[in-house]
């Protein structure tokens, strides 16, 4: 469940609250409608689902650089199995169950920590495969409170950036800096500054010996005071399993919204009977990180989309650049300026339509396009164009490749990473 923190400074301010409300600009920028049909589940449109995926994207080469896998797992697994899981225990009263023809019972993925430990368990592992990184952006349906509902906050049917770390005791210390830097990056260049960080420590029934716990208490303790992070610590609040760390991130209007986790879980591999052989031949039982940078990826969009009031940074927005025409006759000249937008690698649409032009510049501004590429008659002769800035009335006349230099310059820093998704020109002729 998201947790919402929501300052006395923010109670004051419901004109803002509502102005950024994500349910609302979700309409407005035609991302993405929920409907009765399937309650409390998104139906992303095109822009939505191109927004989506680039953020499954920057997650996807981030951990590719770093040494994780991708895998697909099950959707449904028997009740046995999610029974010796702590799946079970967490996600009871949450849990979609089915039954076979055969009668066997089966449960619907509420989260991919069983499917990674099968995963693992498949050949044998020496200790010189771990560290062992596996990932998957799965899908995973849970039976939530109506009271934890919430537009894309709260959703039945979440996809999880979910990833589980299989790794020695001796590499656990590197291995939590290692995410730690990771998720902390993250947060950064989607524009969250401020995070605060809890570290859970062992309760009266944890598992496993005091000598495991402490290494990895202080392990996790070791990774946050060496990248300078203030965190504050929640004494036995921790789950039986291991400690864990939970990341809660500040938006633009002072709300706190926890979203990444770090669990070090000693019990998964010993009840599931996982190991490697060490280097003297032996067998031994590895640690398993669960680890989390976004949560759902649903929710993180919904919090990115309120953070920024709709006006996402240009690398990050589905639509860059819209080219709009403001005379007859220039169509030619558009086309020309769209097609050196797409081959900057920019994510373009042309704006043809044979409207007042104040009409169309305020349509795309409520859409929330971060720039406009204005062209008419004079641009045409001049090889320029006057290009507006989301929520400014001043225009600049620019060279046509001084313009694009200027664009492109900006959403280099999404070019770093391999989006899936192509730019897709939309044609705006009625």
Same mark, same amino acid.
Do not use: C
């Given at each position: 469940m998201v947790r919402i923190t929501l300052p006395d400074a923010h109670l004051e301010m419901p004109e803002e609250a509502n102005s950024r409300d994500h349910r609302r600009l979700g309409r407005?920028?035609?991302?993405?409608?929920?409907q009765?049909?399937?309650?409390?589940?998104?139906?992303?449109?095109?822009?939505?689902?191109?927004?989506?995926?680039?953020?499954?994207?920057?997650?996807?080469?981030?951990?590719?650089?770093?040494?994780?896998?991708e895998v697909s797992t099950p959707d449904i697994l028997e009740r046995q199995a999610w029974d010796l899981s702590d799946c079970r225990q967490n996600y009871r009263e949450h849990m979609f169950m089915t039954k076979a023809k055969d009668d066997g019972e089966f449960a619907r993925e509420a989260e991919s920590c069983l499917g990674h430990m099968l995963i693992y368990k498949q050949g044998t592992k020496s200790y010189r495969d771990l560290p062992l990184k596996i990932a998957e952006f799965g899908k995973v349906l849970r039976q939530e409170y109506s009271d934890s509902l919430y537009g894309l906050m709260g959703v039945r049917s979440n996809t999880e950036d979910d990833a589980h770390i299989f790794c020695t005791k001796d590499q656990l210390a590197a291995e939590c800096i290692e995410i730690n830097e990771l998720i902390l990056s993250t947060y950064r260049d989607f524009g969250f500054d401020q995070v605060h960080i809890k570290l859970f420590t062992r309760p009266a029934h944890g598992i496993g010996l005091d000598t495991s716990w402490g290494h990895a208490e202080s392990s996790l303790k070791q990774a946050l005071d060496r990248l300078g992070c203030a965190y504050t610590i929640h004494q036995g609040e921790g789950s039986s399993c291991g400690p864990r760390l939970e990341y809660v991130l500040r938006d633009a209007i002072g709300r706190e919204w926890q979203c990444g986790m770090l669990q070090v879980d000693f019990n998964a591999p010993r009840k599931f009977g996982a190991f490697y052989t060490n280097a003297a031949s032996e067998q031994a039982t590895p640690v398993m990180l669960h680890r989390a940078m976004f949560g759902s990826i649903e929710r993180f969009t919904g919090i990115l989309i309120e953070h920024y009031a709709g006006k996402l940074p240009l690398w990050l927005a589905p639509i860059q650049v819209a080219v709009v025409t403001a005379a007859p006759g220039v169509n030619e000249y558009a086309e020309e300026v769209l097609k050196f937008l797409s081959a900057r690698g920019l994510r373009a649409v042309l704006d043809l339509r044979k409207m007042n032009i104040g009409y169309k510049v305020r349509e795309h501004s409520m859409r929330k396009t971060p720039v406009l590429f204005v062209v008419g008659i004079r641009e045409e002769v001049d090889r320029? @164009?006057?290009?507006?800035? #989301? *929520?400014? @009335?001043?225009?600049?006349? #620019? *060279?046509?490749?001084?313009?694009?230099?200027?664009?492109?310059?900006?959403?280099?820093?999404?070019?770093?990473?391999k989006w899936p998704y192509s730019p897709f020109p939309e044609l705006l002729t009625a």
């Open positions: 407005k920028m035609d991302l993405y409608h929920f009765e049909e399937v309650p409390d589940s998104v139906f992303w449109h095109p822009k939505g689902w191109a927004l989506f995926q680039m953020i499954v994207g920057y997650v996807r080469a981030r951990q590719a650089a770093v040494g994780y896998v320029t @164009v006057s290009m507006r800035r #989301l *929520d400014r @009335v001043e225009t600049d006349l #620019l *060279d046509l490749s001084e313009a694009l230099n200027r664009v492109a310059a900006e959403a280099e820093h999404g070019r770093r990473f």
